[in-house]
Every structure is written in C-alpha cells, then in structure tokens.
C-alpha cells in the first residue's frame, strides 16, 4: 500500500512537501512518481525518480519542484516551492512494487492528497 501526506492550503509563493511511504509486502521498489490532477482535468505526470535516483520532471514544474526517495524508507518526497494557484490539485504517488524476485512490479497508487494555493 501506498500512504500519501503532506497537503494543504496555502499562499501563492509558498511551499508543501508532499510525503508518500510504501508498506507491506516489499522486495523492492523501484520507478516512483507523483501525478496531480485538478478540477475538470485529466490526471497529468508530476515528476518521477528511478530508484537510481534519476529524475524527471514536467516543465511547467522544473526548477520548483523537487523529487526525492529514501530508499532504506520506502518513501518518496516531493518539495513545491514557488506554488502558483495553477498548482492546485490532488496528488497522487505511485511506484512500481515488487513482492519477490520472481514477480515484476505491480504499479500501486496512494490515496492522494490535496493540494490548495490560494491568489
């Protein structure tokens, strides 16, 4: 499973981390990603990081976010700075799990988390 936090309301111009920890049965996790969706728009690819530590991210977010992932915790971060009300979504993480050596990932989804920048 696939716990997000890290949401709320706040101020254009200011700053959220979002924190999204993977439980439960784990071998290994590997690619991990953040979407968002807003009102009336279809869900859109945030950023993501390999479990290499590559990253990649959309454009209109490069430079004010940034991914993150603690291996040993199973977890993934994303920092928003520089928040626009553009910005306002639902987050949502997901990572590609794997059980045991002998399966692939299976892609798992948190429960997201909202995200408010007010004007």
């Known amino acids: 499973q696939l716990q997000a936090c890290g949401g709320g309301l706040v101020q254009a111009g200011g700053s959220l981390r979002l924190s999204c920890v993977a439980s439960g049965k784990i071998f290994s996790v590997n690619l991990m990603r953040w979407y968002r969706q807003a009102p009336g728009k279809q869900r859109e690819l945030v950023a993501g990081?390999?479990?290499?530590?590559?990253?990649n991210y959309i454009e209109s977010v490069k430079g004010r976010f940034t991914i993150s992932r603690d291996n040993a915790k199973n977890t993934v971060y994303l920092q928003l700075n520089s928040l626009k009300p553009e910005d306002t979504a639902v987050y949502y993480c997901n990572a590609v799990v794997r059980v045991n050596s002998r399966l692939p990932g299976d892609h798992y989804w948190g429960q997201g988390t909202q995200v408010t920048v007010s004007s």
């Open positions: 990081i390999a479990s290499s530590g590559s990253t």
